[in-house]
């Protein structure tokens, strides 16, 4: 089975600064797809970026983009420019590719902003 | 955004007494999801729905029970509620809609459930 690891419980930046959220995973699969969710006070869990494994260029959206280790098994996202609304916890998720796309998460970092 | 509710969106109850939660879609997805939020543990995935009638179980299934008679509801009910369900619950669909594919999944607002 496949598991995702979020090791850091939470973080700060300064705001207009660069961070970087880590996260690694583990399934003997070679292709799936790996996503980060942003969850905002207000609860609501939003895709921030996804990638495909079999891709081997990195995903970017705006001020986030995704550093894909594919070997190392390891997904990390980094958010440029922070800003205040950037502050959430945090998501990383896995899931098979396929029509069935149940999500594994990781345990989620809390991520505060700072002015 | 894709179209999805659920209801109640707060809910107090007591233990031992059975409760329902809706989750309602406009989009016609055929996969529906129920996740659970606990801090320290992220979101867990209780059961999903792959069609109308056809549901199996997830990583923490024990407890609830889901029925799906329409395309555009996935109802968890649980049977005789306890303490360790005080959770935040998330309905999840996917499917191939426009510029979403079937691995991306959208969240609807979540139901906070408090089991005294």
């Known amino acids: 089975a496949q598991t995702v690891t979020q090791s850091q419980p939470e973080m700060s930046v300064q705001e207009a600064e660069t961070v970087t959220l880590s996260c690694t995973y583990d399934?003997?699969?070679?292709?799936?797809?790996l996503f980060w969710y942003k969850q905002p006070p207000s609860r609501q869990m939003i895709l921030v970026i996804r990638q495909e494994a079999y891709k081997q260029q990195n995903a970017t959206e705006n001020r986030f983009s995704v550093n894909f280790q594919k070997a190392a098994k390891s997904f990390s996202l980094k958010i440029s420019d922070s800003q205040l609304g950037d502050t959430a916890m945090y998501f990383c998720?896995?899931?098979?590719?396929?029509?069935?796309?149940?999500?594994?998460f990781g345990k989620g970092i809390t991520l505060s902003v700072r002015p | 955004d894709a179209g999805i509710t659920q209801s109640p969106r707060h809910k107090v109850t007591e233990t031992g007494t059975p409760v329902t939660l809706r989750c309602h879609q406009t989009?016609?997805?055929?996969?529906m999801y129920w996740y659970r939020q606990d801090p320290g543990h992220g979101l867990r995935l209780i059961h999903y729905?792959?069609?109308?009638?056809?549901?199996d179980k997830g990583e923490v299934s024990d407890g609830y029970s889901v029925s799906r008679s329409k395309t555009e509801d996935f109802l968890l009910t649980l049977e005789s509620a306890t303490s360790s369900q005080t959770s935040v619950y998330f309905c999840?669909?996917?499917?191939?809609?426009?510029?979403?594919?079937?691995?991306?999944?959208?969240f609807g607002p979540g139901t906070r459930l408090t089991v005294l």
């Open positions: 989009e016609n997805h055929r996969y």
């Open positions: 998720a896995f899931s098979y590719t396929g029509a069935n796309s149940k999500l594994t």
């Open positions: 999840a669909i996917s499917g191939v809609s426009g510029s979403m594919s079937y691995n991306e999944q959208f």
């Open positions: 729905s792959y069609g109308v009638k056809d549901t």
């Open positions: 399934t003997s699969e070679s292709n799936y797809y």
